[in-house]
């Protein structure tokens, strides 16, 4: 039998009645609307499969609802080759959902390997999210190709709604993270603020897995810049000349060191000082020992607080502040002869002690030991473990800044010697004292606020609740010793 009765007529009659007949659309294109309607939508997506533009898909939709015919000509539409087109839409349909991609520009992401909405938002994700949305419109006019720069702009601003919805739905399902706390470790040149952090901070079972060391920045007050400036020296040696320069560099270096321990995974994190220290104690002593004049401090205090009001992670939850005699320092300053400490004086060292004392305690002991200690506010008498229930202080008064004002502070007395590679039994006291208290500090941050009394919230810092300072004595009241640097 000839083959082209067995096909029932001649391949010519049949391409023919195709031709004729059109293409079948699918049921959801058949129904619904209007005839013109209905045309309408038949000739974008035809658009689509002959590989017409944009333009040419816009023009025969809006001649479909007005019930014309089409005034595109023919040799336009079949511009751009028909058949990669219809690959492209067969495969990445989902792309003519995003205002903006008709089948021209359809082609344009496929070549460039945006085959789908995932693709896209990936973009966005890695090179553009957080930036300028002309960035992206940019890149898809230089890079893929996209003439018109209000379709670029279309599809940039449904992807990065998209991106950002999907971001706010991903962090509203997530479980709450839980703060982690920051305690500074405060007190004067040489009374042991090495020693505390390395041989009970991190030498310890109680503490080691607890706490992030972060030191005080000296290495970057010795080498300054490429030509390596040692501004610590310069301060020392010309106190007139850099007292200014230096208390300035080292709110900076504070500033930059809170940012880069930022990360930290482990529960607490021990901060060697603090920008209150820095106010409250050493630019305090270089303007009354005239080393800053009176144009200087105006301008440090011009920009200390708005700074540190904008910068909340610089007001830490807690202090330590380890407490001995000036005479105790200098004895120790001697002993481990830091170079650029030489001209640090007995007096100087005073003075530094005078201004911890009226900071941190609000009423001074009789000595350099353990402090007589003031009437506790009831609401946290039955609170705090027995071990340092009675070592609890408030800051308070009109010189405290206001973002501590009526911090808890606890103390740790630091005055009697301590050999910590002999005597573990009085580290490991020291370590569950700090360890308590912060399980005490905790589990005040986690009440929900309904719990707390209406004393507590008057208490609270507005920024940064339940701030608190912490001081670790014996079970007994007596001090555990000296902490040597």
């Known amino acids: 039998m000839p083959f082209a009765l067995r ?118 994700r890695d090179k553009f999210f957080g930036k300028s949305s002309g960035q992206m419109v940019e890149f898809l006019q230089c890079s893929v190709g996209i003439v018109h720069k209000n379709h670029a702009e279309s599809i940039t601003s449904f992807i990065k709604e998209s991106v950002d919805e999907e971001l706010k739905d991903t962090d509203s399902s997530k479980p709450t993270q839980k703060k982690r706390l920051t305690f500074c470790v405060e007190g004067n040149i040489s009374v042991g603020k090495t020693t505390f952090l390395q041989r009970i901070a991190n030498e310890t079972i109680e503490l080691r897995d607890l706490v992030e060391i972060v030191p005080e920045p000296i290495d970057k007050w010795q080498d300054v810049g490429p030509d390596h400036f040692n501004i610590l020296d310069a301060f020392y040696a010309e106190p007139h000349r850099y007292a200014y320069t230096f208390q300035n560099y080292v709110f900076v270096t504070r500033v930059m060191q809170e940012r880069e321990s930022q990360a930290g995974i482990k529960p607490l994190r021990l901060m060697e000082r603090s920008v209150f220290s820095d106010r409250m104690v050493f630019v305090r002593a270089v303007h009354e020992a005239n080393w800053m ?98 070592r609890v202080f408030y800051l308070e008064g009109n010189h405290m800044h206001s973002s501590i004002q009526k911090v808890p502070a606890l103390i740790l007395d630091c005055e009697p010697d301590i050999d910590f590679s002999k005597d573990i039994e009085a580290k490991r006291q020291y370590a569950r004292q700090v360890a308590e208290f912060f399980e005490f500090v905790k589990k005040k941050q986690e009440q929900a606020p309904s719990e707390q009394t209406s004393n507590d919230k008057d208490r609270m810092n507005p920024q940064v609740p339940d701030d608190v300072m912490l001081c670790v004595c014996s079970p007994g009241g007596k001090a555990l010793g000296r902490l040597e640097d």
């Open 293 to 390: 004049n009176e144009m200087e401090i105006s301008i440090y205090d011009s920009w200390f607080d708005p700074v540190v009001s904008s910068l909340p992670g610089l007001i830490p939850d807690g202090f330590i502040y380890l407490r001995a005699s000036p005479d105790t320092c200098h004895k120790r300053m001697m002993h481990r002869r830091r170079s650029e400490e030489g001209g640090v004086s007995l007096d100087y060292l005073q003075g530094l002690h005078e201004k911890h004392e009226s900071w941190l305690l609000p009423s001074k002991g009789s000595g350099p030991g353990v402090l007589s200690v003031s009437q506790l506010p009831m609401h946290m008498e039955g609170s705090l473990p027995p071990e340092i229930q009675d």
């Open 7 to 124: 096909l029932g007529g001649s391949p010519a009659l049949r391409l023919a009645a195709a031709r004729r007949a059109g293409p079948r659309p699918p049921a959801w294109l058949r129904f619904g609307g209007g005839a013109g309607a209905r045309r309408g939508l038949l000739c974008s997506v035809e658009a689509a499969r002959r590989g017409g533009g944009d333009e040419d898909a816009e023009a025969e939709a809006e001649e479909g609802r007005r019930g014309g015919g089409s005034r595109v000509p023919p040799e336009r539409r079949m511009r751009g080759g028909g058949n990669a087109a219809a690959a492209a839409v067969g495969t990445s349909v989902e792309l003519l959902a995003i205002p903006g991609v008709g089948p021209r520009n359809l082609r344009k992401l496929v070549d460039n390997g945006f085959e789908g909405v995932a693709q896209l938002k990936q973009l966005y």
